[in-house]
């Protein structure tokens, strides 16, 4: 199948401080990516949708001007987590769309605020 | 928006016998049910999907139901074997044909499947 790449896969940062979060389809362009956040013995939720050369669609609830979200090309979306606090740590998945419509997953990352 | 309820959140099995996750959903124009399967730290993997055009799905030791006017889908594991424990979620999202647009996958809350040996 398809590979996404996620990196980094864990990362530890103060308080106040923004973390970048790179999602990379390797082997295929996708248009549409998509990043979820999965808090510990929970489900993964979704956060924003990505589209490759236009603005991020975020769900109900999360803030855009906190997660910063750019999809520059067909193979790259990042996410910022932007002035980051405790309640921020959790571990952040990419998944981007292939052509025959299945999600493909980054590894994730798992993102600690101290 | 969507809502995907999943049960049990927890299922304990014996060995070789079989589990059955059941899923509802609540948004008609849904029509992409994938499961995933997530071991612990790791990105969820597909382990079956189905659209809404076809009733059920089989690969192997895995099966899955679709009931499209009760809203309903299920995962079916048969000879269940230890490698087979995990969190299993359920998902349901609009999906247009091949090339088109998608919405985001709604999961369910996710059933940790214990297989006792």
């Known amino acids: 199948g398809a590979v996404v790449s996620q990196h980094p896969s864990r990362v530890i940062c103060k308080s106040g401080t923004s973390v970048k979060i790179e999602c990379r389809s390797l082997?295929?362009?996708?248009?549409?990516m998509f990043w979820y956040r999965q808090f510990p013995k929970q489900s993964l939720m979704l956060m924003a949708t990505?589209?490759?050369?236009?603005?991020?669609?975020?769900e109900q609830g999360v803030e855009k001007d906190k997660f910063l979200i750019n999809h520059a090309s067909l193979t790259l979306s990042t996410l910022t987590v932007t002035s980051a606090h405790p309640e921020d740590s959790s571990f952040y998945i990419c998944?981007?769309?292939?052509?025959?419509?299945?999600?493909?997953f980054g590894q994730g990352t798992r993102l600690t605020v101290v | 928006g969507e809502n995907v309820e999943q049960h049990p959140s927890t299922l304990s099995v014996q060995e070789g016998d079989s589990a059955v996750i059941k899923c509802t959903y609540s948004?008609?124009?849904?029509?992409?049910f994938p499961w995933y399967k997530q071991e612990l730290g790791k990105r969820p993997q597909l382990i079956i999907d189905?659209?809404?055009?076809?009733g059920e799905k089989k690969d192997q030791r895995i099966a899955v139901t679709l009931n499209k006017t009760a809203k309903h889908f299920s995962l079916h594991i048969t000879e269940t074997q230890p490698e087979d424990s995990a969190v299993y979620f359920c998902?349901?999202?609009?999906?247009?044909?091949?090339?088109?647009?998608?919405?985001?996958?709604?999961f369910g809350k996710g059933t940790h499947l214990i297989i006792q040996p």
């Open positions: 998944s981007a769309l292939g052509l025959g419509a299945e999600a493909f």
């Open positions: 082997d295929f362009q996708a248009t549409t």
């Open positions: 990505s589209n490759e050369g236009s603005k991020a669609t975020y």
């Open positions: 948004d008609s124009a849904s029509n992409y």
């Open positions: 189905i659209r809404s055009n076809v």
């Open positions: 998902a349901a999202s609009i999906r247009v044909s091949s090339g088109g647009g998608a919405d985001g996958l709604t």
